[in-house]
């Protein structure tokens, strides 16, 4: 079992710039591949970033490419996302979420992460 625990969110202007961090519980968040998903009411979760295992492997969905900026400490276990030049269609509850201990790079669809945090707020609103 992992715990995942988001924190970071809140309001902010468009422009600004917000730094979200999810802490996992337990001894095998190394072993995990990554992911932070964002969900709006009445829409499907959708994935905004993911990395592997050591971080040195990223994915971007395209609508964050450039301003988004995903990272994770092992030692720490603690996944970050750094989002930049926010704009008001990114306000959304944030979660990250993590993958199986077995899992493969390259699955990026929500089914195939097995955990999840409860979720940080992010409005983006002048």
């Known amino acids: 079992q992992v715990h995942l625990v988001e924190s970071g969110g809140g309001l902010v202007q468009p422009g600004g710039s917000l730094r979200l961090s999810c802490t996992a519980s337990?001894?095998?968040?190394?072993?995990?591949?990554m992911g932070w998903f964002r969900q709006t009411p009445g829409k499907e979760r959708e994935l905004v970033a993911a990395?592997?295992?050591?971080?040195?492997?990223?994915h971007y969905d395209d609508s964050v490419k450039g301003r988004f900026t995903i990272s994770r400490d092992n030692a720490g276990n603690t996944l970050y996302l750094q989002m930049n030049n926010l704009k008001p269609e990114d306000t959304a509850v944030y979660h990250c979420?993590?993958?199986?201990?077995?899992?493969?790079?390259?699955?990026?669809?929500?089914?195939?992460?097995?955990?999840w945090g409860q979720g940080t707020q992010v409005i983006v609103s002048s």
């Open positions: 979420a993590a993958q199986r201990l077995s899992a493969a790079w390259g699955n990026t669809d929500a089914q195939w992460y097995d955990y």
């Open positions: 337990g001894r095998t968040f190394s072993g995990r591949i």
């Open positions: 990395c592997n295992r050591n971080g040195a492997i990223t």
